[in-house]
């Protein structure tokens, strides 16, 4: 079997080498072929991409974010610390075995010109995590970290609400937070002792996907932070989700704080700090400093915009009401997608709730269709060019179908913020499309959730499913469309900039990692 | 290996090395680099190496603590050698280290410095090398070892 791997630890002169001299020892005494990479100070000598190619297995022993890792995407991967690899070189090198075992037959060749040299940083990069090379490389790098980190959050707690609706009803969300649904007034629980007696079992499986979602943004953002500068982005990281949180700016704000998290902690750790100080740094100061930084500019900087730009929607769409309803719904699918659960979303929702207060079921039936499009087609598109995706995000795409059809948007958050540029916009297409057609049928809705668990409170049914697949097939096919304009077949590598190399790089027959 | 002089000097191997935990250790071999003057200072490279040593105990398993650092106060990438037969506590899971390699290199210490390094932590995992300190009768014959094991490759 042939191996790669990568060892790299904070100093990049001791465990890096040692790790990297245990690998090749033990892989040698199981009868393996290995090239280890090692990202130390002394320079990386990158792996060469053909031999990355033909790996049946890729061994990252590593304490700090593995330099390029876009070049071995796809490949069966074993993960762990550089101490592991030193002291039990053999039980990882078994693991790969176990890895490659695993996956599906590597199509061996796989077009080496596929990764372009300038995803390679080699030369004497010294220890530090963070190159200037290839900065959109490494941007989806981060961005795919953290969202691999806040799968499993959408996974369970989203399938969790799903469940409850399944089995409750939409008015488990009212039993639960408090509110007033078909006319009957609900007090939101504050004692939690009184969960299952007030609300039922599905109330508990309400409540705790509600707790696992409320981890959403603060995950994506600490681990974002993570991916930048290793365990000292993930306290700034994660306060600057949890105030992004707070202050309702959605994943799109947590995004923005993972990334400035990651920049901070970067900057402060470029400080020349007086000797007596420098100690301190991992404990104290870094975690510190980088949080009031971080923390302050989310609240003074994001919050007041994110707030500002609430009222301004919200008075835009009352005027725009009464005009014509199709545009409204194209209006509101347009919010709906553009952060599923952020700002932008929670406007167009709330007006959703407002007229069914008011007794104007259209607007509710638009939203929440506009809102149940998006995971929808996003799984859809993964079984259609499962290519396109990361294994991680197909993954995500299973648990996708549910989501959407439950009303839980946020079922796409993991594929809009790995790749929110071509992402968004094509759900914003599709969604658009089926707030206007909802509006256009007249499907009325008068359950404020629930999805398609609650079509019995739709009027209207079959055009509003209707309404419904249209959007999903744009969307999807946007989605596609989309994320075929990277994927262009590469020829010559000089035309593969580094800002693309991550596009090439899946394309070498995904393999599902672990 | 014209300019790298000696990775490693007798005055660096401490044979007898017993302190009462990891810093103290670290302290009497960097003491050996500050008198030949390959660290400028000692307090500010034991900080250096503390930072470190905090990130995440530099143990590992056969007895080996390595404390290290890349350290604005180092001139020249240097080796002291400590051995210890009541073993020192390195944060290994399987106990004390009975093998100190306190590792400094310079800040900007240029690839080929940084080679040597890499050389000697690649021995550090074979056992005949570990096997051949620990029974070194004398600090001269550790600087053989290291020599003909490092410096060979």
Known sequence: MKIVAVTSCPTGIAHTYMAAEALEQAAHAAGHEILVETQGAAGADPVPPAEIAAAQAVVFAADVEVRDRARFAGKPLVEASVKSAINDAAALIAKAEAAAAAAPAVASGAAPAAFPAAAVSGGSGGAEGVTLKGVGTRLRTWLMTGVSYMIPFVAAGGLMIALAFMFGGAVVKFKVVGGTYEGHTYAAITDYSKLLGQAGWAGVMFEIGNVAFSMLVPILAGFIAYAIVDRPGIVPGIVSGLIASLVGAGYLGGLIGGLLAGGVVYAIMKLRLPRFLSALMPVLIIPLISTVIVGGLMFLVVGEPVAAAQRGLTSWLNGLSGTNAALLGAVLGLMMAFDMGGPVNKVAYSFGLAGLASGNLTVMAAVMAAGMTPPIALALATVVRPKLFTPAERKAGNAAWLLGASFITEGAIPFAAADPLRVIPSLMTGSAVTGALSMQFGATSRAPHGGIWVIGLIGHPVQYIIALLAGILVSAGCVIGAKHIRRRPVTDSADAGSADADAAAPSATPVPVG | ?153
């Open chain 2, 1 to 153: 290996m014209t300019d790298t002089t000696e990775l490693i000097l007798p005055e660096f191997v401490l044979l007898g090395l017993e302190a009462p935990d990891r810093h103290a250790a670290t302290r009497r071999l960097a003491e050996t680099l500050v008198a030949s003057g390959r660290v400028t200072d000692l307090d500010g490279f034991l900080a250096d190496v503390r930072a470190r040593e905090a990130q995440m105990p530099t143990g590992i398993e056969g007895g080996i603590g390595i404390p290290h650092a890349r350290s604005a106060h180092v001139t020249v990438p240097s080796l002291a050698f400590g051995r210890s037969d009541a073993g020192i506590d390195f944060g290994a899971d399987d106990g004390p280290a009975h093998l100190i390699f306190l590792i400094a290199a310079p800040d900007g210490g240029d690839a080929a410095h940084m080679r040597i390094l890499a050389a000697l932590a690649r021995r550090l995992v074979h056992e005949s090398f570990r096997g051949a300190l620990l029974e070194a009768p004398d600090p001269q014959s550790v600087v053989d070892i290291v020599t003909k094991e490092v410096l060979a490759r």
